[in-house]
């Protein structure tokens, strides 16, 4: 197997855009508090300690994201497979012309197209058999559709004749369900959405009270109780996002 072949369950972030993605999210943060507090130093502080967990955050949905395009693209492979089945030609030159579709729709630096190419470099220079490849292949994903895929193709491999049939048969019930799926996921993001804009607007009326002037917000910025109700307000809105991201993120 290729060592160099990207494990998609994992992040794949460099150390770089670890640390952007931290300062990025503690700026934000940073920003938020100052509303609230109108202290720079409590405001820095409030803001490098919750980058941590938005950094974390931010990581996890790059993983999520890629492996969603990833699963997109296994959809429109098996497509283009069973395509180039029907038509009567073998594995190897079915993937070959999946290959080719595959390219004309997606860049040359698209998993996708990576994978194929992997496979096909395996097989024919490395000797590897295709249902071992596309084992390692699912387990790399760690998507359930490539794993059934997997799974059937090294059932079918070189015992059946209904190769064609069943890799469209295959890839029209993993389509069929990614169609589901996406149905609902736009229904959640259109809800998630509405989530978000209703967690703003406790900064958007501390701006507005803010700039009415005639020191209407000085006893919050200047008073201990001041301090004391504006780290209340911070927590509950912490703990809505938290639990707002937590309901948005429905496993289908």
Same mark, same amino acid.
């Given at each position: ?27 934000? =943060? ?34 999520? %994201?890629? /492996? ?24 190897? /030159? ?8 595959? %390219? ?51 059932? =079918? ?96």
């Amino acid at each position: 197997m290729n060592p160099n072949m990207p494990v998609y369950y994992r992040c794949n972030m460099k150390k770089g855009e670890h640390i952007l993605a931290y300062l990025v999210s503690s700026l934000i =943060i940073a920003v938020i508090a100052y509303l609230f507090y109108h202290l720079v130093p409590i405001s820095v502080l409030v803001g490098l300690g919750a980058g941590f967990y938005l950094e974390k955050i931010y990581a996890d949905s790059t993983v999520k %994201k890629r /492996m969603a395009a990833l699963r997109l693209q296994f959809r429109d492979f098996l497509e283009s497979m069973s395509v180039a089945a029907r038509a009567g030609n073998v594995e190897v /030159m079915a993937l070959k012309s999946a290959l080719k579709d595959l %390219k004309i729709s997606y860049s040359a630096k698209a998993d996708i197209v990576k994978e194929v190419e992997n496979i096909l470099l395996q097989y024919e220079k490395g000797g590897i058999e295709l249902k071992y490849l596309f084992e390692d292949f699912a387990n790399r994903s760690n998507l359930e559709d490539i794993r059934s895929f997997a799974t059937i193709y090294a059932v =079918i491999e070189g015992k059946n004749d209904r190769f064609g049939e069943i890799v469209t048969q295959t890839s029209e019930i993993i389509g069929d369900k990614i169609e589901i799926e996406q149905e609902i996921h736009t229904v959640i993001a259109s809800a998630k959405s509405e989530t978000n804009m209703m967690l703003l607007m406790p900064i958007v009326i501390v701006v507005a009270m803010s700039m009415m002037g005639s020191g209407f917000m000085d006893a919050l910025f200047t008073t201990f109780a001041g301090h004391a109700a504006a780290t209340v307000a911070l927590v509950i809105f912490g703990i809505s996002y938290v639990l707002a991201s937590k309901a948005s993120n429905i496993k289908i």
